[in-house]
T-cell receptor, first 114, second 113 residues
Framework: QQQVKQSPQSLIVQKGGISIINCAYE??????FPWYQQFPGKGPALLIA?????SEKKEGRFTISFNKSAKQFSLHIMDSQPGDSATYFC?????????????FGTGTRLTVIP | EAQVTQNPRYLITVTGKKLTVTCSQN?????MSWYRQDPGLGLRQIYY???????DKGDVPEGYKVSRKEKRNFPLILESPSPNQTSLYFC????????????FGDGTRLSIL
């Protein structure tokens, strides 16, 4: 059972456009929502993360929007660049387990066309 | 340089032949974890460890073993590999406190024939 649902599976965006990836969860115990970026042949790397006490977090061209009541969060990549072409994973974790376990979405393969 | 190192990076083997994938980190992290990545399924946790001699099952532990005898090492053991264990495997480490960034190795691609 997938605890974090992610869409779309793949995304093609023109250079300069906005890339949007969406995730949803059911477990209200989740209290930390990171996004990981993975390039071919490499492991995932933390891109940006948000806690549920804020509705938005921005770091450069990357923004997480968080809707606690809908149990949804999304990643927006503004002014998308070919170098952003990668696979993006949303994830969630909960403090109450005491372990830094992440539950990942199924991933979105982003291609930015020059 | 802070890193998580996995070996081997690629391995083709046959059903039933025991294999070990090693993982080592140089960041003095307490927490280490193994994931497998399959198309359409994302990353699924196999086993994790909160500290030396402390390990626990993740979501898909069947057919795998781990050990944590030293803080820096967390090997993944397949005692009798089967074709359904063909996958891309990642080791990760972090500080024990929850919600810390996990640092991933570059992956091990296993093919079990």
């Amino acid at each position: 059972q997938q605890q974090v649902k992610q869409s779309p599976q793949s995304l093609i965006v023109q250079k300069g456009g906005i890339s949007i990836i969406n995730c949803a969860y059911e477990n209200t115990a989740f209290d930390y929502f990171p996004w990981y970026q993975q390039f071919p042949g490499k492991g995932p790397a933390l891109l940006i993360a948000i806690r549920p006490d804020v509705s938005e977090k921005k770091e450069g061209r990357f923004t997480i929007s968080f809707n606690k009541s809908a149990k949804q969060f999304s990643l927006h990549i503004m002014d998308s660049q070919p170098g952003d072409s990668a696979t993006y994973f949303c994830a969630a974790s909960m403090r109450k387990t005491g372990a830094n376990n992440l539950f990942f979405g199924t991933g979105t393969r982003l291609t930015v066309i020059p | 340089e802070a890193q998580v190192t996995q070996n081997p990076r690629y391995l083709i083997t046959v059903t039933g032949k025991k294999l070990t994938v090693t993982c080592s980190q140089n960041m003095n992290h307490e927490y280490m974890s193994w994931y497998r990545q399959d198309p359409g399924l994302g990353l699924r946790q196999i086993y994790y460890s909160m500290n030396v001699e402390v390990t626990d099952k993740g979501d898909v532990p069947e057919g795998y073993k781990v050990s944590r005898k030293e803080k820096r090492n967390f090997p993944l053991i397949l005692e009798s590999p089967s074709p359904n264990q063909t996958s891309l495997y990642f080791c990760a480490s972090s500080y024990r406190v929850t919600n810390q960034p996990q640092h991933f190795g570059d992956g091990t691609r296993l093919s079990i024939l």
